[in-house]
C-alpha cells in the first residue's frame, strides 16, 4: 500500500510547473491520505537529499505562478556527476545516492514533473534501480513523444505570438525583414503554431530544411504584389538544405557552430541580407517563453495531469507517463518513450493549412 511519495521538477522551468506541484499534493493529501516529500532542484536534491514535507499551506497560491517551488536544474545528470577529488574533477554515478534518499523516507513512488531528459534518467532508475516512477511531462517545445500536448507549450506559443503581433507594425514602419527566433531545438511545433497565429510569411522548422533563395524568393514576391516588409518565425534548430557549412557566432564565445540551438537567426539575416539587399532585424525570444504566468489551458493541463498521476499511483500502474490521447487523460509506459522526440510531421494538416495560406517553408 502507498503511503508516501516524492516529487520533484526538473529541466528547464516553463509556466505550469506550479500548478502541477499542487495538483498533486492537494490530489495526493485529500483524496488518499498519502505524505507528500518535495525534493529541491529535480535529480540534485535526490543525490544530496534535499527535501522538505509538503503541506497543502505550501500549495495555495502557486496555481498561477511561473517558476517552481521546488526549484529545478537542466544540467545535472545524476548518472554523470562531476565531481571534485583532491583537486581533480572526475565524472561519477551517484544514482545509487537517489535509492538511498528514496529508502530513507520510505517513499514508494517518485513522481518526476520533467522533459525529455528527465523522463530518460527515470527510465534508467526504473530499469537500473528499481525504483517505481510515474512521470508528468512538461515542455515549451511540445516535443515529448507519446502525448498530444504537455503543459508549458501553449503559453509558450501565447508569447511567440504576441511578439509577432508586436512586430508587424514596425516591420511595416520600416518596410523591413523581422526574424522571430523560438525555441525548437529538434521540433518547431511552437514555430509551427505562433506562426500561424500570429500571421508569418515564413515559417522555418527542424524538420523541414530549408533553401536560403527560396525564402528570398518569397519575400520578393511579397514585395512585387505590394508588401514591403515579411515576417519569418523560425525554430531555433531550424538550418539550410546541407547545414551551416561555415563558422557562426553560436553564443559560446568560440564562433564555431555545434548545434542548431542559438545563432541559426543570425545565419538567416546575414544571408538574406547578401541576396536582397533588405534589411533585417532579428528578436531571438528566449527565456521570456518559460516565464511568466501559465495560460488557462496549460493551468487546466497541468492540473489534469497531477491529480491523474496520483490517481495511477493509487491503482499500483507504477513506470508509466500521463499523456493526452485525443483529449482523454491516458498514461503509457515510460520505457517505450524514454529517448524519442515528438517532431512535426512534414505532411500534417497545420503545415499544409500553413501553405494554404501562402505561408513559405522555404522549400
Known amino acids: 500500500m502507498v503511503k508516501r511519495i516524492g ?22 493529501i485529500n483524496n488518499y491520505g498519502y505524505e507528500v516529500i518535495g525534493f529541491r532542484d529535480g535529480y540534485r536534491g535526490l543525490v544530496e537529499n534535499r527535501f522538505v514535507k509538503m503541506k497543502l499551506s505550501d500549495v495555495s497560491g502557486i496555481l498561477d505562478k511561473g517558476g517552481t517551488i521546488l526549484g529545478t536544474t537542466n544540467r545535472y545528470n545524476p548518472f554523470a556527476v562531476t565531481v571534485d577529488k ?14 538511498d534518499t528514496l529508502k530513507m523516507h520510505d517513499i514508494d513512488c517518485l513522481v518526476v514533473i520533467g522533459g525529455d531528459a528527465t523522463i530518460n534518467y527515470a ?10 516512477v510515474v512521470a508528468i511531462p512538461k515542455t515549451i517545445e511540445n516535443d515529448i513523444y507519446g502525448t498530444d500536448m504537455s503543459f508549458g507549450f501553449m ?19 520600416h518596410h523591413r525583414v523581422m526574424i522571430l527566433e523560438v525555441m525548437g531545438r529538434f521540433a518547431g511545433w511552437v514555430a509551427l503554431e ?20 527560396k525564402v528570398a524568393r518569397a519575400i ?13 518565425v523560425m525554430s531555433a534548430g531550424a538550418k539550410p538544405e546541407g547545414g551551416i557549412t561555415e563558422p557562426v557566432n553560436n553564443g559560446n564565445g568560440n564562433g564555431n557552430y555545434t548545434m542548431p540551438y542559438e545563432g541559426t ?28 504566468e501559465p495560460s488557462p489551458y496549460d493551468r487546466i493541463l497541468a492540473t489534469r495531469f497531477g491529480a491523474s498521476a496520483v490517481n495511477i499511483i493509487n491503482k499500483g500502474e507504477f513506470n508509466r507517463m500521463v499523456c493526452v490521447d485525443h483529449e482523454q487523460i491516458n498514461s503509457i509506459p515510460i520505457k517505450e518513450i524514454a529517448g524519442k522526440v515528438r517532431k ?20
Open 123 to 132: 527510465n534508467r532508475l526504473i530499469e537500473e534501480k528499481g525504483i517505481n
Open 86 to 99: 583532491d583537486g581533480e574533477k572526475t565524472v561519477k554515478d551517484m544514482s545509487d545516492r537517489i535509492v
Open 344 to 363: 512535426v510531421p512534414v505532411n500534417s494538416e497545420l503545415i499544409q493549412i500553413a501553405r494554404y495560406m501562402g505561408v513559405s517553408f522555404g522549400d
Open 220 to 232: 520578393f514576391e511579397r514585395r512585387n504584389k505590394g508588401k514591403s516588409f515579411s515576417i519569418i
Open 7 to 28: 516529487l520533484m521538477t526538473s529541466g528547464g522551468d516553463c509556466p505550469g510547473l506550479n500548478t502541477a506541484i499542487r495538483a498533486v499534493v492537494k490530489s495526493a
Open 265 to 292: 537567426s543570425a545565419f538567416l539575416a546575414r544571408e538574406l541580407e547578401k541576396l536582397t539587399s533588405l534589411e533585417c532585424r532579428i528578436t531571438v525570444l528566449g527565456y521570456l517563453q518559460r516565464g511568466g
Open 155 to 173: 503559453t509558450a506559443v501565447n508569447t511567440a505570438t504576441y511578439a509577432i503581433d508586436k512586430l508587424h507594425s514596425t516591420a511595416e514602419s
Open 194 to 213: 505562433a506562426g500561424i497565429a500570429g500571421g508569418a510569411d515564413v515559417i522555418l522548422i527542424p524538420e523541414i530544411p530549408y533553401d536560403i533563395n
